[in-house]
């Protein structure tokens, strides 16, 4: 019984060995934490900011003005046609955040060719937030991330904006809102 005791025991120091150098040969995996994350990884000259609006395409703009209206209480603005983005956009308020209601105003708006793929409509992109967004597209840029047009332009909100590739972007059009 003695033997077996000791070959246990040196198999026990031989395994703990072993394990205190994986251990020292992998760094220590900690949570993902989005309080400063986000806020330190763009870059010296510019940093994300908060979530402005989730954009939400609709095939009627009257009913989903009235489902988050009448429904769940929210206070929704009136529908603001903008011709020079070829959408009709109505604001709903979250508190903390927006949803913008996109409906196409004619056939060669960018909305009617995202309905006719997603007939029941859907989220179309997210907007968040950068400090100086001159210097986020010029440091995108340099990191290959590609923008759906050459410059910046005012949007909806009359910021200046630009929008990210989906490709670039793990499938998901992202809108850059000068804050």
């Known amino acids: 019984m003695?033997?077996?005791?000791?070959a246990a025991s040196v198999v026990a120091v031989s395994a703990a060995g072993l394990f205190s150098r994986v251990q020292t040969q992998f760094p220590t995996v900690r949570g993902f934490s989005t309080s400063q994350s986000l806020h330190l990884?763009?870059?010296?000259?510019?940093n994300?900011?908060?979530?402005n609006h989730v954009a939400i395409a609709v095939p009627d703009l009257e009913k989903a003005s009235s489902f988050y209206k009448d429904i769940l209480g929210a206070q929704v603005s009136e529908a603001v046609p903008l011709p020079e983005h070829g959408v009709s956009i109505v604001f709903v308020n979250l508190g903390n955040t927006k949803m913008e209601l996109l409906h196409p105003l004619g056939s060669n708006s960018p909305?009617?060719?995202f309905l006719q793929r997603n007939k029941a409509g859907g989220i179309h992109h997210v907007c968040i937030e950068v400090d100086n967004i001159n210097a986020a597209v010029m440091d995108l840029k340099k990191k290959k991330i590609r923008s759906l047009s050459e410059e910046v332009s005012i949007g909806?909100?009359?910021?200046?904006?630009?929008?990210?590739?989906?490709?670039d972007c793990g499938g998901v059009l992202?809108?850059?809102e000068q804050a």
């Open 2 to 6: 003695a033997q077996v005791w000791k």
């Open 41 to 46: 990884s763009a870059g010296p000259v510019w």
């Open 48 to 51: 994300l900011g908060r979530l």
């Open 111 to 113: 909305i009617a060719g």
């Open 156 to 167: 909806a909100h009359g910021k200046p904006v630009i929008f990210l590739h989906p490709k």
């Open 174 to 176: 992202v809108e850059l």
